[in-house]
T-cell receptor, first 113, second 114 residues
Framework: GENVEQHPSTLSVQEGDSAVIKCTYS??????FPWYKQELGKRPQLIIDIRSNVGEKKDQRIAVTLNKTAKHFSLHITETQPEDSAVYFC????????????FGAGTRLTVKP | DSGVTQTPKHLITATGQRVTLRCSPRSGDLSVYWYQQSLDQGLQFLIQYYNGEERAKGNILERFSAQQFPDLHSELNLSSLELGDSALYFC?????????????FGAGTRLSVL
């Protein structure tokens, strides 16, 4: 499989604005797409995930959309807050007997107060 | 605290040496995953074990090896270390064998190769 492309690599927004991070993948067999948030010096933490049979999933200010035809998925954060500042990683995972996991290079999000 | 324990937190060694990183998964989790994160880089998946058996393999070098023991803890062995191996190594665990299970990450081991 090929790596997951993630854009942008850095994103700066004003507090209260929305932030969108996009990922594309190449393996059409990928069927699970988690997003991780990693604050400076800390461990990655899962913030939201989506499976291939769902087009959109929301959890309060966070949403993820998936377009399987185009092989891309996006993370949307609304009403951003300074504590949303972190590096966000997407991943495309193919669930099978031997799993295949590919991560994006990360997006450094800065929310300015 | 995720419940995943990694030791040591920091490790400083010289090129050519061999080190072992240890991971204890959350209670009840059968899968252990290893990742490498170089400075300002993304997460590189290395390898996954489920209940003692290798279940997935990523970009793991031949100089690296891992195993999962009967008590489910795992060790990542890095040998013939090079400067470029300096990175943060994360372990994660999940209940099931497939990547669809939520992975809980440990705090990581920071390896510095001098």
């Amino acid at each position: 499989g090929e790596n997951v492309e993630q854009h942008p690599s850095t994103l700066s927004v004003q507090e209260g604005d929305s932030a969108v991070i996009k990922c594309t993948y190449s393996d059409s067999a990928s069927n699970y797409f988690p997003w991780y948030k990693q604050e400076l010096g800390k461990r990655p933490q899962l913030i939201i995930d989506i499976r291939s049979n769902v087009g959109e999933k929301k959890d309060q200010r966070i949403a993820v959309t998936l377009n399987k035809t185009a092989k891309h998925f996006s993370l949307h954060i609304t009403e951003t807050q300074p504590e949303d500042s972190a590096v966000y990683f997407c991943a495309a995972i193919t669930l099978r007997w031997i799993n295949d996991m590919r991560f994006g290079a990360g997006t450094r999000l800065t929310v300015k107060p | 605290d995720s419940g995943v324990t990694q030791t040591p937190k920091h490790l400083i060694t010289a090129t050519g040496q061999r080190v072992t990183l240890r991971c204890s998964p959350r209670s009840g989790d059968l899968s252990v995953y290893w990742y490498q994160q170089s400075l300002d880089q993304g997460l590189q998946f290395l390898i996954q074990y489920y209940n003692g058996e290798e279940r997935a393999k990523g970009n793991i070098l031949e100089r690296f090896s891992a195993q999962q023991f009967p008590d489910l803890h795992s060790e990542l062995n890095l040998s013939s270390l090079e400067l470029g191996d300096s990175a943060l190594y994360f372990c994660a665990s999940s209940v099931g064998s497939t990547g669809g299970n939520i992975q809980y990450f440990g705090a990581g081991t920071r390896l510095s190769v001098l």
